[in-house]
Structure formats: C-alpha cells, structure tokens
C-alpha cells in the first residue's frame, strides 16, 4: 500500500462547478501537506502548502487536512476550463532527512 | 531569474548503455531529488540529496544512482538501461526541509 493514497479519476465537471479532490495517508508522522497542479506534459506546480492540520484559503483554491481521520482535500470554487490538468497530492514527515511522497494524481477535466 | 533546468528533454537510447540526465538549478537549494513520472504510478522518488556530497536512496533507486559535487547539479545516471526506464523523469529543488519543491520541465527517456 502506498503512503499517500489518490483516486486517479478521471473527473470531468461543467464550468462553474465546485471539484473536490481528495487523498488519503498512512504515516501518522507526515505533517507537510502540499498540492501541486500538472498540466500536459510540464512538471509539477506547487498550488497549495499547509502544515499539520486545519483549513488554507487561497483565491478560488481551499486546501482541507484532517489529521485525525487521515484525509487531504482540495476544492476548487467556480472551476475554469484552465483549472483542467492533473492534481498531485503531497506529504512529508517533520524530521529531516524525509522527502516528500506523492499520490497517483487525479487527472480533472472542466468543459465550457 | 532563477531556474531549474534538465537535460535533454528528449532522449531515446539503447537496452544496456549508460545514460546520464543532467539537472541544474540557480536557486541554490541545497535540496535536490530525481522522481520519475508513470501511468498507475505517479511521482516515485528515485535518489536525492540535502547537500554536497549527500546522498540518499527513494522507493525506485535500484540502476541509478547519483552524485552532488557542486550546489547547483544533481546528475542522474542510469548505470546499464533496460526498457523498465522508460519513463518520464523530473527534477526537484527546494530551499529547505520545510518548503515545497520547485520542478524542472522533465526528461523523456525511452529505452528500446
């Protein structure tokens, strides 16, 4: 089993509709949590940063991290044909010497 | 401005031969990582390296292996390829344990 754990979808949604994303993590250690957006063959982007848990606002973008059940949500608001690409999740452990693991990617379609 | 580059962007080579791809960055971070990029598979972390002379084993690091002589390179080599190389490899930086990684653009590998 991987660490981090993603439905690779793919999802497609209309424009204008709110997406949720979702990850799941077996390390009880990982206390950094990131998203990163992909779009056709370029590399990664970090989208969204959050450390331990809670809630992270960012335009259109919340980033969810729920320590205690395990789970690392994305939403996007009022999504866009440009929001359409892959989207990464990401967790590390506090102590160094750790890098960061990815899941498989949920690749999101948004028709206009 | 800063950047993280790799080398080539293309490269196809044959079943047994040594292959090196570059990775230069001019953000000087001190952390650096090679991922490899696959269909069902995401992001797996092959080596990387939090200094000079550092280096560390991922989840895929058997035929590659790296070096860090200098700040700004991390070269990847794969030591004999065989066709289970065939991927999509992306380069990693980040400024310390702490922040998100900043991506290079990525090196198609086929290997036949």
């Known amino acids: 089993q991987k660490e981090v754990e993603q439905d690779p979808g793919p999802l497609s949604v209309p424009e204008g509709a709110i997406v949720s994303l979702n990850c799941t993590y077996s390390?009880?250690?990982?206390?950094?949590f990131m998203w990163y957006r992909q779009y056709s063959r370029k590399g990664p982007e970090l989208l969204m940063y959050?450390?331990?848990?809670g809630n992270k606002e960012d335009g259109r973008f919340t980033a969810q991290v729920d320590k205690s059940s395990k789970y690392i949500s994305l939403f996007i608001r009022d999504s866009q044909p440009s929001d359409s690409a892959t989207y990464l999740c990401a967790a590390r452990a506090y102590q160094a010497g750790t890098a960061l693991i990815f899941g498989k990617g949920t690749t999101l379609s948004v028709s206009s | 401005d800063a950047e993280i580059t790799q080398s080539p962007r293309h490269k196809i080579t044959e079943t047994g031969r040594q292959v090196t791809l570059a990775c230069h960055q001019t953000w000087n971070h001190n952390n650096m990582f090679w991922y490899r990029q696959d269909l069902g598979h995401g992001l797996r972390l092959i080596h990387y390296?939090?200094?000079?002379?550092?280096?560390n084993k991922g989840e895929v690091s058997d035929g590659y292996s790296v070096s860090r002589s200098n700040t700004e390179d991390l070269p990847l080599t794969l030591e004999s390829a065989a066709s289970s190389q065939t991927s999509v490899y992306f380069c990693a930086s980040s400024e310390s344990h702490s922040y998100g990684y900043t991506f290079g653009s990525g090196t198609r590998l086929t290997v036949v």
């Open positions: 390296s939090y200094g000079v002379h550092d280096t």
């Open positions: 390390n009880s250690a990982f206390q950094y």
């Open positions: 959050t450390y331990s848990s």
